[in-house]
């Protein structure tokens, strides 16, 4: 099993990661044996990987970043870097190597201090790897005031030190980052590819592994969450629901309610399984006792610490109502399909019944409708516009078709 293995339907970018990992092996060679650098070398110094979501951004930066810390013996007589067995792919992969450094957000944004943490450990050598390697999976998420600062370290980076910077398309990058990188731009993989990493990796059911990589449309990861998660399961055919009841203004007004309380429940019970712990954590490193008063001075970063868990909060509760909008967005995309006679495959196989009589009942045209209320509600809630008014006019616009 090589460190490529995980990276599902992108043989063109896997063939450029592992030409450039190659170069990389024999440009840190030249530099301890004091040889001249190869200037036709495919490797560089910070990395920009877009893509649908679910197409295997991080993914392909969490292998790339293995195979540069590969230590395989092979590479001597040749072969690729990127085994997979050796200590340097393995603790790369796990993510306990010293010297590669993943970060990931589940808050609204990346701000100031934490790039600039990020900044002063990419001017460090390389602790026991081969590189510095720093990925950075939501640089989308990045304030513009982080960005600034990000632009220093990727325009004058440390020589043994490799950013990769993952977003979801060219766009969602500052322009000064991004016209410093080089660019991969992956697609979303093919229903059959995931199903077969689901059966093969997962040991998941092939019905359902087919079933739960058609229904995401190529999301590897949901379609992960959908074959193994009875919950998933459930949420999602709840939401698949909601168009068949939202026949009156009640039913718009109770199938909103309840989407935003799904949502809420989902925050819920991340709160539930990653606050308490932090929490303890921090008192017993601040020195507080259980059951006891904190020391003195403590109440600043109990206070960070609350903030931060409610930022977290709100952007779980928008991650799972931006997921029901999604599979909605899916629904309809199949009664288009269905309206207009398409050949394409249709995802939602297993409520077939909801999309035929839909699209019985309707136009094409209300049926684009739909689909740009869905839509508009997304966008609603990127402007901060409170959930439930967002959902409740989604609702009613879905009724009025």
Not at 137 to 153: H, I, M, S
Not at 367 to 373: D, G, K, N, P, Q
Request: with cysteine; proline share 4%.
């Amino acid at each position: 099993m090589t460190v490529w293995d995980d990276l599902v339907g992108q043989d063109r970018v896997q063939e450029q990661l592992a030409a450039a990992a190659k170069d990389a092996d024999a440009l840190v060679t030249a530099v301890s044996d004091g040889k001249p650098l190869d200037q036709g070398s495919k490797m560089t110094h910070a990395w920009l990987f877009t893509g649908p979501p679910g197409s295997g951004r991080s993914t392909a930066a969490r292998a790339f970043a293995a195979a540069l810390q590969c230590t395989s013996p092979d590479r001597a007589l040749g072969g690729v870097p990127g085994c997979g067995f050796c200590d340097g792919c393995h603790t790369s992969l796990i993510g306990t190597h010293a010297d590669v450094q993943v970060i990931r957000t589940d808050l609204l944004s990346i701000g100031v201090k934490e790039t600039r943490d990020l900044v002063r450990r990419a001017q460090l050598s390389p602790a026991v790897g081969r590189w510095q390697v720093i990925v950075m999976e939501d640089a989308d998420r990045l304030t513009e005031g982080a960005g600034n600062v990000l632009l220093k370290a990727v325009e004058e980076p440390a020589p043994r030190t490799v950013w990769m910077l993952c977003a979801p398309s060219l766009e969602d990058v500052l322009p000064t980052i991004r016209s410093r990188c080089r660019h991969l731009t992956l697609s979303t993989p093919p229903v059959e590819a995931v199903a077969d990493v689901l059966i093969r990796r997962d040991g998941v059911d092939p019905e359902r592994a087919h079933s739960a990589a058609r229904a995401t449309q190529g999301h590897i990861g949901r379609a992960r969450r959908l074959a193994t998660d009875e919950r998933a399961r459930a949420r999602r055919a709840a939401v698949l629901k909601v168009p068949l009841r939202v026949a009156d203004v009640g039913g718009c007004l109770k199938a909103a309610q309840e989407l935003i309380d799904t949502a809420t429940d989902d925050a819920k019970q991340m709160a539930e399984e990653v606050d308490v712990k932090e929490t303890e954590d921090l008192k017993a490193a601040l020195g507080g006792v259980a059951g006891g008063r904190m020391p003195r001075g403590t109440a600043g970063a109990m206070k960070e610490l609350e903030d931060k868990q409610k930022r977290r909060k709100t952007r779980t509760q928008r991650d799972s109502l931006d997921l029901a909008l999604t599979e909605l967005t899916g629904f309809y995309r199949d009664v288009l399909a269905l309206q207009l006679g398409s050949r394409i495959a249709i995802a939602n196989v297993d409520v077939q019944d909801s999309l035929d009589r839909i699209a019985e009942s309707s136009s094409p045209a209300q049926t684009l409708r739909r689909i740009e209320s869905v839509i508009a509600c997304r966008e609603a809630m990127d402007r901060n516009v409170a959930p439930l008014l967002a959902v409740e006019a989604m609702t009613m616009a879905l009724r009025a078709g």
